[in-house]
């Protein structure tokens, strides 16, 4: 079946625009994570949804980051007044019930904010 | 403070050589440890993973090594391809929690034909 989608696959934005990353799970998953991966570094966590509901926000760098997944699947990054330190690869990853474990990533979406 | 160190920082071997990726991690509540590949433009994909409850697990050429004491865990390629050149991240997670992911910062694995 398909994977992790995730749109669009690059985006530039100029220092303050506001931009909007989505992720497409692999459809029943109901497990949801954000990473940040910078330059030449390993990803590192953002925030994670069970279904709708967002129980762990602790990795998001600051109140201009915000995310949301209302119906259980899709979910969106939304970063607003973007800064040039939020240029990153942004990964989505989906969890399914019948391996507590093993993540399955997303391509990213390439930010650079100019 | 780094949770998951990985060393070395890149690597260079021989095709049909053995690749050793070391990972040391830091939090005693880890209990899931696993290997993910990137290749340039795509996002990580699991190669391997060990729970601490065995000290081995071997899948093809990929085995990991797991050392509970030290708190350290490695990955061993044996046979090594030009296909393997690629990034690899070790990892960990406590899966007790939500088992978000902890990545260590990755080496560059050159397989030379």
């Known amino acids: 079946g398909a994977g992790v989608s995730q749109s669009p696959r690059y985006k530039v934005a100029k220092r303050g625009q506001d931009v909007a990353l989505r992720c497409d799970p692999i459809s029943g998953h109901v497990s949801l994570f954000w990473y940040q991966q910078a330059l030449g570094q390993g990803p590192e966590f953002l925030t994670y949804?069970?279904?709708?509901?967002?129980?762990?926000k602790s990795g998001l760098p600051s109140d201009r980051f915000f995310a949301e997944r209302p119906e259980g699947s899709v979910s969106t990054l939304k970063i607003q007044r973007t800064q040039q330190e939020d240029s990153a690869v942004y990964l989505c990853?989906?969890?399914?019930?019948?391996?507590?474990?093993?993540?399955?990533f997303g391509p990213g979406t390439r930010l650079t904010v100019t | 403070q780094q949770q998951v160190k990985q060393s070395p920082q890149s690597l260079i071997v021989q095709k049909g050589g053995i690749s050793i990726i070391n990972c040391a991690y830091e939090n005693t509540a880890f209990d899931y440890f696993p290997w993910y590949q990137q290749f340039p433009g795509k996002g990580p994909a699991l190669l391997i993973a060990i729970r601490p409850d065995v000290s081995e697990k071997k899948e093809g050429r990929f085995t990991i090594s797991f050392n509970k004491s030290a708190k350290q865990f490695s990955l061993h390629i044996m046979d090594s391809q030009p296909g393997d050149s690629a990034t690899y991240f070790c990892?960990?997670?406590?899966?007790?929690?939500?088992?978000?992911?902890?990545f260590g910062k990755g080496i560059t694995l050159s397989v030379r034909p």
């Open positions: 990892a960990a997670s406590n899966t007790g929690a939500n088992s978000k992911l902890t």
């Open positions: 990853a989906s969890r399914g019930t019948q391996d507590l474990y093993e993540q399955y």
């Open positions: 949804f069970q279904n709708e509901a967002q129980l762990d």
